[in-house]
């Protein structure tokens, strides 16, 4: 009689750039578990796209590491295709991030940091534009190594879209940034002071990056 079989995956990272290795773990359990080790092949997908195969080992797991996968939010899964002994079965999906960076082709022009009333609130507008090819959004502005005591609180531009942790601004939605075109982006922040740093990098194909 085939037994049933499990399958989880998991991912060396949920972040990761355009041709950056991405690491996908496999395991396959009995089901009920139990002490046989199921053996077999693991077929990993982006979708319906195979990314590859690998078998599993002594241990029920199996590993592919691949830089193929393109920008975008990604949606992988890996599926124990099964044998005569063992039931085929399927992950969940685990969502992945794949950024693609197009900071080189624009000109980041950062303005004056002004202090907006008597508080610790400051105002800072930069703008961007377009350099090389048509850029297709979305579009993302991150704001990175931002000074420590130092947090965005909001920001304006063509779409704003603000959320905890790493700051970033998507400054275009799904729409065509053509050629010479610029983008102002408002930054408001509460600070220390106004000497507040960070490096600005541009991604475009992910909503979050």
Same mark, same amino acid.
């Given at each position: 009689m085939s037994s049933n079989t499990t399958t989880?995956?998991?991912?060396?990272?949920?972040?990761?750039?355009?041709?950056?290795?991405? =690491?996908?773990?496999?395991? @396959?359990?009995?089901?009920?578990? +139990?002490? @046989?080790?199921? @053996?077999g092949v693991v077929k990993f997908l982006d979708g319906s796209t195979t990314l590859g195969t690998a078998n599993l080992d002594s241990t029920g797991t199996a590993t592919l590491t691949t830089g193929s996968l393109q920008s975008g939010?990604?949606?992988?899964?890996?599926? !124990?295709? +099964? $044998? $005569?002994? !063992? /039931?085929?079965?399927?992950?969940?999906?685990?969502?992945?991030? /794949?950024?693609?960076?197009? =900071?080189?082709? !624009?000109k980041i022009t950062r303005g004056a940091i002004r202090r907006r009333g008597r508080g610790p609130h400051f105002v800072q507008t930069d703008k961007l534009k377009n350099t090389g090819a048509p850029v297709i959004g979305p579009i993302a502005l991150v704001l990175d190594g931002l000074s420590p005591g130092a947090m965005l609180t909001r920001a304006t531009g063509v779409t704003t879209s603000i959320q905890p942790g790493r700051p970033y601004i998507l400054v275009l939605g799904n729409s065509v940034l053509g050629r010479g075109k610029r983008i102002p982006v408002r930054l408001d922040f509460s600070a220390h002071s106004r000497r507040i740093r960070y490096t600005p990098h541009l991604f475009t194909g992910i909503s979050n990056p």
């Open positions: 989880t995956l998991l991912t060396s990272t949920n972040a990761a750039l355009v041709g950056q290795p991405v =690491t996908l773990t496999a395991r @396959v359990a009995t089901s009920p578990l +139990g002490p @046989v080790v199921p @053996v939010n990604r949606n992988l899964t890996a599926v !124990f295709v +099964g $044998n $005569n002994t !063992f /039931i085929g079965s399927t992950s969940s999906p685990v969502a992945e991030t /794949i950024a693609n960076e197009v =900071t080189s082709q !624009f």
